[in-house]
């Protein structure tokens, strides 16, 4: 999923949205139901709006996705660390 520079602003929230519809806000957005306005996601954070959660999670899936076998390395790191502390646990 690409996300652009551009975001949804609803008139009334306080988030502004990735043109995701995973996001159940911006899935409203696309159907139509909740009124919003496209701008750079730069000029919606200096107009005081924050990523919205759901917007923001989906974001952070994508970019572990993309990220691929930097996301195997930190498991494998975490792993590491949980193997070191029950080694630890047991010494
Ligand atoms: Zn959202």
Same mark, same amino acid.
Request: charge should be positive; include cysteine; aromatic fraction near 10%.
């Given at each position: 999923? !690409? !996300?652009?520079? /551009?975001?949804?602003? %609803?008139?009334?929230?306080?988030?502004? =949205?990735?043109?995701?519809?995973?996001?159940? $806000? $911006?899935? &409203?957005?696309?159907? @139509?139901? %909740?009124?919003? &306005?496209?701008?750079?996601? +730069? +000029?919606?954070?200096?107009?005081? *709006? %924050?990523?919205?959660? =759901?917007?923001?999670? +989906? *974001?952070? /899936?994508? #970019?572990?996705?993309?990220?691929?076998? @930097? @996301?195997?390395?930190?498991? #494998?790191?975490?792993?590491?660390? @949980?193997?070191?502390?029950?080694?630890?646990?047991? %010494?």
């Amino acid at each position: 999923m !690409h !996300h652009g520079d /551009e975001v949804y602003i %609803t008139r009334t929230g306080k988030y502004y =949205h990735y043109f995701d519809d995973d996001c159940p $806000t $911006t899935a &409203r957005i696309l159907k @139509g139901t %909740t009124a919003a &306005r496209k701008v750079k996601e +730069e +000029e919606a954070k200096r107009m005081g *709006y %924050t990523l919205c959660r =759901h917007c923001s999670k +989906e *974001y952070a /899936e994508d #970019l572990a996705e993309r990220q691929g076998c @930097g @996301g195997v390395a930190m498991l #494998l790191l975490a792993a590491g660390i @949980g193997a070191s502390s029950i080694f630890k646990f047991f %010494t």
